[in-house]
């Protein structure tokens, strides 16, 4: 079982940025792909960015391409994303995601 815990979420001014982290604990494998969600209101919960466990390879949604910036610290076993030249659209519950682990969401919201 892993287990993941977000932080890093809070209130930005758009054009502004935020560092996400997600912590991750528990049983893990080399093969894991990890990943970013996010959700708002009366929307589908979206993919974000996934990095390999390795750390070599990295993809992002078109929305945030060039903008965010996923990354991992195999020394603090976390997930990070970096994210720039955010946008009121960027405003979301962002989740970190592990296959079918979830961790408790971190709220981001982004004001014109």
């Known amino acids: 079982q892993v287990q993941l815990v977000e932080s890093g979420g809070g209130l930005v001014q758009a054009g502004g940025s935020l560092r996400l982290s997600c912590a991750v604990s528990?049983?893990?494998?080399?093969?894991?792909?990890l990943k970013w969600y996010r959700q708002s209101p009366g929307k589908e919960r979206e993919f974000v960015a996934s990095?390999?466990?390795?750390?070599?390879?990295?993809y992002y949604a078109d929305s945030v391409k060039g903008r965010f910036t996923i990354s991992r610290d195999n020394a603090r076993s976390t997930v990070n994303l970096q994210m720039a030249s955010l946008k009121p659209e960027d405003s979301a519950t962002y989740y970190c995601?592990?296959?079918?682990?979830w961790g408790q969401g971190t709220q981001v919201t982004v004001s014109s």
């Open positions: 995601n592990i296959r079918t682990s």
């Open positions: 990095i390999t466990w390795s750390g070599v390879s990295t």
């Open positions: 528990g049983r893990t494998l080399s093969t894991y792909i």
